[in-house]
């Protein structure tokens, strides 16, 4: 009897040990990857705050209180850029295991910025860069200010007595970001369409690529997908013409010529064609996760119906 107690104290033992090493790896493989995070979460909170900061650092006429404003947004967005990448998991950013969506939306974001910013720069420091990115800007805005066009109703949004520059200055700057707004909806799509995203880039996870869609608030999660992605399709396809619209409606309550400031007039540009166009993405990848789940289920449904014709043969 002492012999076999003795053995099984040491198969015990032996058992513990294990799981104590098991459960240390496990730890330790945890906070390897918690870790491996932080280089991909500071440059990405680097570059964004770098991004909000480009219109001051570009803009010579920015005054001393604006750029402190500018430099608190900055370090703010870059903080909780850097919290939801260190994150192992999604909080708010939608598509994190999705490249290149977030990829493509701040690329486009960029370009547009640095665009907007240079054309305002050469309004009082002209260069080579800034006359060519203007005359780019110019070409853009003449070739879609036709009647019923959104940049056409972003001019009609101004006063009347506006000043011709100041109408110029607005032509160019909605032609270039909505241009820019378009190329990243048109790149979008030709991944969809022809690359096969997101599934070319391995399993796709739906409930953490959507942190914000709640898949137990009711229904089916099919025709809510559907649901939420038509909706952003037409408020992208939309709010374009619907923004200028309801500012030149609400004129009386409303200043448009407020936007001579060289900062509010790149972040209104900035807003009104990337918003809408983010939306539209949106909604459009929301489509394509919705096609992916549908055609997995016709498969499960397909596999399930074989199976059960193979018993009945069987029987």
Do not use: C
Not at 46 to 69: E, H, K, M, R, Y
């Amino acid at each position: 009897m002492g012999e076999i107690e003795a053995t099984r104290h040491k198969v015990w033992d032996q058992v513990g040990t294990r799981a104590r090493h098991r459960i240390a790896t496990d730890q330790v493989e945890g906070e390897r990857a918690v870790f491996s995070l932080i280089p991909g979460a500071l440059a990405r909170a680097i570059l964004i705050a770098i991004l909000v900061a480009t219109p001051s650092l570009v803009v010579p006429s920015t005054g001393a209180d604006t750029a402190q404003i500018v430099i608190v947004l900055s370090i703010l967005a870059g903080f909780m850029t850097f919290i939801e990448y260190y994150g192992k998991y999604p909080s708010i950013i939608e598509f994190r295991f999705a490249p290149p969506f977030n990829r493509s939306k701040f690329f486009a974001l960029a370009a547009i910025l640095v665009s907007l910013s240079m054309i305002v720069r050469g309004t009082t420091n002209p260069t080579e860069a800034t006359e060519w990115v203007t005359q780019f800007g110019r070409g853009l805005g003449d070739a879609i200010d036709f009647p019923y066009s959104p940049v056409r109703l972003v001019v009609l949004m101004m006063p009347a007595d506006a000043d011709a520059a100041l109408i110029d200055m607005v032509r160019i700057a909605s032609g270039i970001s909505y241009t820019l707004s378009l190329v990243m909806i048109l790149y979008f799509v030709t991944l969809v369409r022809f690359l096969g995203w997101p599934a070319r880039s391995g399993a796709f996870n739906v409930w953490i690529n959507l942190p914000l869609f709640d898949p137990t608030g009711g229904g089916d999660v099919l025709h809510r997908l559907r649901r939420d992605a038509a909706l952003n399709v037409v408020l992208g396809s939309l709010l374009p013409f619907l923004i200028p619209a309801v500012v030149r409606a609400a004129s009386g309550m409303i200043d448009p010529i407020s936007i001579t400031q060289p900062q509010t007039l790149i972040w209104t540009m900035t807003a009104w064609a990337f918003l809408p166009a983010s939306m539209l993405m949106r909604g459009i990848a929301m489509s394509r996760i919705a096609d992916m789940i549908e055609d997995k289920r016709r498969r499960a449904y397909a596999e399930g119906d074989a199976l059960i014709a193979k018993g009945l043969q069987g029987a």
